[in-house]
């Protein structure tokens, strides 16, 4: 049962952090003085980055997670 809590606390902190990172960044193409592109809405972002934001939560989610684990072995936190 405690790697289950562990590995749960890990998602939750990995999409936190994704969320925490999603909006940084984004820019419309209208606001970089480009067009918008056909049948695209006009708040889409230019430049999502999806991928490079994944990498962040990740390393941001493990760091995160250390801490919250590193808490429990010293016995601050009870599972």
Known sequence: ??????AGAYVILWFLMLQILLPIGIRAPHENGEATPALADAGAPANPRI???ALLATFAAAAVWLVFYALIL??????
């Not at 049962?1 to 562990?6: A, C, D, G, S």
Request: aromatic share 14%; hydrophobic share 75%.
């Open 51 to 53: 991928l490079f934001k």
């Open 1 to 6: 049962m405690h790697w289950i809590v562990l």
């Open 74 to 79: 010293v016995r601050v936190l009870d599972l």
